[in-house]
């Protein structure tokens, strides 16, 4: 009986967990950190600033600035952007809550625009309506590795005198027109979160061409204290240095940025991984009218964070809950990237409604993140393939 469900007390398509994510470890990363723990240094040495170079120069940045989590590099971000009470800053609802926070953090507002159904990116075409003379940022997500068109995003930016912020937590080693992602926006930020594209556990960056952001995002993720002669307004002695903003403990350690430097030697070899899998997963799925995978624009060149499917709701009896309950219950790790973030009760609280970007609040009822990471081997993917099948089949409607 392997057609009956797993979750009708079938048999299940495996025997362990399949989880939607991991991090991929190896004997190089554990003796990268290792080595840093034998040495002088285990926070704020000289291992931060070669990972830092080591970002920019894989993305082709004059800079780049670590971070605690990807969170504080945006809000980092969002501070040297200049960000305070009365902005606004229009932000993508189809992504993590913090791509928002760090709004919040600096007193600002959030405007959500709506999305694009096929990509999950902000609509390009919707952001200018919400454009005024408060409006001093945007804030898209490069969705599951993707960024928009960049091009023409800037263009509209420049037109306005408006910041980009490109939330790439999904994106380190993504391609725009060939290039690395992180190269358009003002500033781009990458998080290395165990599940994203390389992790150093927790940890952030954001990545620039413009000095004076890179200077303010320095000082920010460590107290706004300096010791460059250059910046300080008195000097006591060699032991002096002077607080000139008001910033956080934001910093990344050394023990981290040297897992870091490791695995950014691995990241081209993850996304190979990825992509192959992904192109497994689209042709497998290539003649099923019950879901749609992410459309790829010509333009881009996807690392793959997330393999994100849309249930086609109207050829199915089952709802997504039912469908990913029952993905589960075949030990398939599923998940739903995102809940548009201004319907999280906190957000409904601020006076955010239902019904303010109708596309993601479609988008949201029908998607479904299956199992992609570069440690999975083509058997798991073929159990995710013919768990989707089984459980699709299932829940089709055969009303022809
Ligand atoms: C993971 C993620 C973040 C936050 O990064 P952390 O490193 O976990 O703080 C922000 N935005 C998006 C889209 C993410 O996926």
Not at 66 to 87: C, K, M, P, R, V
Not at 144 to 156: H, S, V
Not at 225 to 248: A, F, K, S, V
Not at 334 to 356: A, D, F, Q, T, W
């Amino acid at each position: 009986m392997k057609d009956k469900l797993a979750i009708f007390g079938g048999q299940a398509q495996r025997e362990t967990y399949l989880p939607y994510g991991r991090q991929s470890i190896s004997k190089e990363d554990e003796e990268a950190v290792l080595n840093i723990m034998r040495g002088d240094y285990l926070t704020t040495g000289p291992t931060i600033e070669r990972f830092e170079e080591a970002v920019a120069s894989c993305v082709g940045t004059d800079y780049a600035v670590a971070f605690s989590s990807g969170t504080a590099a945006l809000h980092g971000a969002a501070f040297a952007a200049g960000i305070q009470a009365e902005d606004e800053v229009i932000v993508t609802p189809m992504s993590f809550a913090a791509s928002a926070n760090c709004i919040l953090y600096c007193g600002g507002k959030a405007v959500f625009s709506d999305i694009c159904k096929e990509t999950m990116n902000l609509d390009i075409d919707k952001i200018e309506e919400k454009i005024n003379h408060k409006t001093k940022m945007i804030i898209p997500v490069a969705f599951a590795g993707q960024t928009l068109d960049m091009d023409k995003l800037m263009t509209l930016a420049n037109k306005h005198n408006l910041t980009v912020l490109l939330d790439g937590a999904h994106a380190l080693g993504s391609k725009y027109k060939g290039e690395p992602v992180g190269r358009k926006a003002d500033m781009t930020m990458f998080s290395f979160h165990p599940v994203k594209p390389i992790t150093t556990a927790e940890g952030g960056v954001i990545v620039t061409n413009n000095y004076e952001l890179y200077q303010k995002m320095k000082l920010f993720c460590s107290h706004g204290i300096t010791r460059d002669r250059e910046l300080m307004t008195d000097d006591h002695g060699p032991w002096y240095y002077e607080q000139i903003l008001l910033g956080y403990n934001y910093r990344l350690t050394d023990l981290q940025a040297a897992l870091g430097i490791s695995q950014i030697k691995r990241l081209d070899e993850f996304i190979l991984k990825r992509r192959a899998i992904v192109s497994y997963y689209n042709k497998a799925f290539k003649n099923l009218d019950t879901l749609q995978p992410l459309l790829e624009k010509e333009y881009s060149e996807s690392g793959y964070h997330i393999y994100v499917i849309q249930l086609q709701l109207d050829k199915l009896n089952g709802n997504r809950k039912e469908i990913f309950q029952a993905l589960q219950a075949e030990n398939i790790g599923v998940n739903v990237h995102y809940l548009p973030i201004y319907l999280l009760p906190y957000y409904r609280e601020l006076g955010y409604e239902k019904g303010l970007c109708p596309i993601s609040e479609e988008v949201y009822k029908s998607i479904i993140t299956l199992p992609l990471y570069p440690d999975m081997n083509m058997d798991d993917a073929k159990d995710v393939v013919s768990a989707v099948k089984k459980v699709l089949s299932y829940y089709e409607k055969n009303d022809e």
